[in-house]
């Protein structure tokens, strides 16, 4: 039998049993014999300790968000404030010895979210960018300038004084002080909505070296604190290297062989990079360094294949890092003593953090934007991001702490600095900054526009495999000629999973794949994505331009993301697939998800857009069946109610019905003899005759005049009352239809609509009344369906607004008249029948 401080050893018949002593005077019990928050192995106190930590974390990070905050600025504030114990705290919920469990905890999930950064970089973005010279420049120069300039300011007002700071504490402080944060600059990128320009991607890609910059100075200080110690550095820096050299490649076969089949991750594979991570952890921790660089080494030697990064975010973002990197924060929080704060030395430490760090990064920042012909203005709010600080930052000053460089009384005003450095960037520059946008004045943003003979700049968005043919056949019948080529910067829309950094734009010469580039695993959606496009250029003869980007954002911020990139390449056309095939009930089940980008996009957009809805256009059956009907023409369908989207509509059929294999049909659906609908033409006869009604009739007269002699093309004049008799009209006319083509509003006659609009089953309020009708399942031609919206700028759609305000109460009182009169005729009728 042997015995512990808190537990007893006895041997017995079947083996050897371990039994903790419990403290069974303790006041904090239920139905237990014993104190939950003194039991010797802490595993029930653990709990409530986590439970109170995120609360207070999360809480924090809330509050914060809407002063526009980071969530680094809440974390680090719940561990400053947690950290500060009082008597309740420190015998109760937080005792030193079950603190250990907390620690490891957080440990553990430290070295999960490094390797989840690590994992997320990846250096050919770098290249991506267009823009390496300016990134190196400002990386480099913004780390070791502002290092050398804040260590003489050290020396100068605080001095060597080894009772506040030791000669190697200087250098961390340093090393933590100049470093850029890459996962909270992402953060702040996106909420300011500037992540996708110019200045986005040089900040991010800068911070992303200026991450790796400070793991190799954090091993640089580890040696000068310490230089008869060489041997750690060596050893660490011979890890890193073994793992380039022979494990990454070993990684990337691997991986190779096992995402072959079903790109999908086995449980086996994933078990063991989760083990290699805590040995990585283990190695570079016996190496003298610090544990969480081995951790983010395996990160980023990993292969950046699409299905690896997702499974491993999934695998660890949501339950792991969520919880347990809060423990982290609350240790940093033990060690932030703010009594120390009564004297005036921390003080003056701040100052000279802030001063000697943070301005000198701003002005060397400014200088070498300068120097590469930035603006002066965003050079100015590029220095202000570049002092973002985060984990990074934190895990660089613990680890002097720990080796004793960085004595008590001078972490608490470091953390101070720091936490100040970073909560006032946003704040700065949302109430400040306006990103130069020299593309603003452009005009082609409508097909209209667009000169005969001048470059087609169209936008198409996929947001899976499954939009890639329809897509590309639209584009093929949108008639690229040499005399007037199309240019098409095709965007893979892809969903933003949980922490994840990844946001830059990937162009089409750039290595999106990582370091896989000879890997013949099955190609994953990207790549098929970019390889169907490289071989539609290929076969456009010259006369298409393709460039393939990448964005990934949420649902709730995507169309944020597809209206800058259009704004960037100047667009006059986005479009954008209906993301899933219509049924009855599709309004129900995907309202506030499926639509969701779709509507953002069309009320936010700097260009005209159109909504495929694809059944199928491109596909081996379509084709099949062209071949069989109709020897392999393309027939297509252009409704014309009148209104500027129908005009925008009527151009882009126009434009299509020029290729060799497409016959064009246009139908224009003027109003009948119905009281009601006589009154509503008297009514915007005198309102907008002048203006819709007019530009209606130019349009279809140029269009009849030019194609008069065109066998391809034929136009249809079809009188009608309602919509009712819309629809069927379209019925009698949908005879080899392929393809649809529909403004999304209607002009001057939209009463027409008027009686389909009132049903809810039918109305896609992005497909518009027209649209939503033609794209249901149940509607009897199952045709792709193209829905347009011309682009209008907001100083004539807010006129349109007040003209559309005015005509609020004529409109009430035409309805009043015009059903007095249908009562009235239907009372004479009755008299006659009676006589």
Known sequence: MGSSGDYQTINTTDGLEACYYANSSGTIRIWRNHDQFNFPSYAPLFLIQLAYVLFINHLLVAILKPLRQPPIVGQILAGVLLGQRSIFFQQEMFPYKSVMLLETYAYIALLFYLFLIGLDMDINLISATGMTNKVVSIALAGTLVPMAVGLGAFFLVIGESQEFITQGGYMFCAVALTATNFQELTQILTDL???????????LSSALLSDLFTWMLLLACILVSNPSQYYEVLSTVGFILICVVVVRPALSWVFCSAIRGDNNLSDTHISFVLAGVLLCGFITDGCGAHSAIGAFTLGVIMPKKQPITNTFKDKLDDFLVSS??????????????????????????????????????ILITFLVSLLHKIPPKEGLALGLLMNT???????????????????????????????????????????????????????????????????????????????????INLLQVSNATNQSAIHV?????????????????????????????????????????????????????????????????????????????????????????????????????????NRTVN???????????????????????????????????????????????????????????????????????????????????????EVARCTEKQADDEDIYEFKFKTMNDESISYIENVVNNGEEIVAAIKDLSDNCDLYIIGRREGAESRLTYDLSLDNSTNFPELGVI????????????????????????????????????????DHYCETIASQIIDDDYDDDDEEDDN
Request: hydrophobic share 40%.
């Open 193 to 203: 909505r500037i992540l996708h320009l110019d200045i986005g991607r040089i900040a």
């Open 324 to 361: 347990g990197l809060p423990g982290f924060f609350l240790l940093t929080g033990f060690r932030s003593n703010l009594v120390v704060f009564s004297s005036h030395k921390p003080w003056m430490f701040v100052l000279v953090v802030l001063f000697g760090f943070g301005m000198s990064k």
């Open 389 to 471: 600080k985060g984990l990074l930052a934190l895990i660089v000053l613990n680890t002097a702490c720990n080796r004793k460089d960085l004595v008590d009384e001078a972490f608490p005003p470091t953390i101070f600095a720091l936490f100040v450095m970073t909560c006032v960037i946003e704040p700065i520059l949302a109430a400040t900054y306006k990103a130069t946008k020299q593309f603003m004045n452009y005009k082609c943003r409508t097909i209209q526009r667009t000169k005969e003979k001048a470059e087609f700049r169209i936008m198409a968005c996929i947001h899976s495999t499954r939009n890639i043919a329809g897509m």
């Open 489 to 593: 910067f095709a965007v893979h829309l892809v969903e933003h999973l949980g922490h994840s950094t990844a946001m830059l734009l990937m162009n089409d010469g750039s290595n999106s794949t990582g370091f896989n580039d000879s890997c013949p695993m099955q190609a994953t959606e990207a790549e098929q994505f970019k390889k169907a496009f490289e071989n539609y250029e290929k076969t456009s003869n010259n006369a298409v331009n393709v460039h393939t980007l990448t964005s990934v954002s949420s649902h709730e911020s995507m169309h944020e993301d597809i209206c800058c990139l259009a704004e960037d390449k100047r667009v006059a056309f986005i479009i954008i697939p209906y993301i899933r095939p219509l049924t009855t009930n599709d309004k129900i089940r995907n309202a506030n998800t």
């Open 599 to 685: 509507l953002n996009l069309l009320q936010n957009t700097p260009c005209s857009v159109c909504i495929f809805v694809d059944r199928g256009l491109g596909s081996d059956e379509d084709k099949e069946s062209q071949l069989k009907d109709h020897h392999g023409i393309q027939h297509l369908l252009m409704l014309f109610l009148g209104g500027p989207d129908d005009r925008e509509a009527l151009a882009y059929a126009w434009r299509m019905a020029a290729h060799p294999n497409v016959k064009l049909t246009v139908v224009r659906f003027l109003p009948g003899k119905d009281p009601r609908t006589v009154l509503h033409q008297k009514h915007n006869s």
């Open 771 to 810: 649209g939503s009708v033609l794209a249901m399942s149940n509607f009897s031609s199952h045709a792709s369906v193209l829905v347009i919206q011309q682009y209008i700028s907001r100083k004539t759609a807010n006129k349109s607004e007040s003209r559309k305000h005015d005509r609020m109460s004529i």
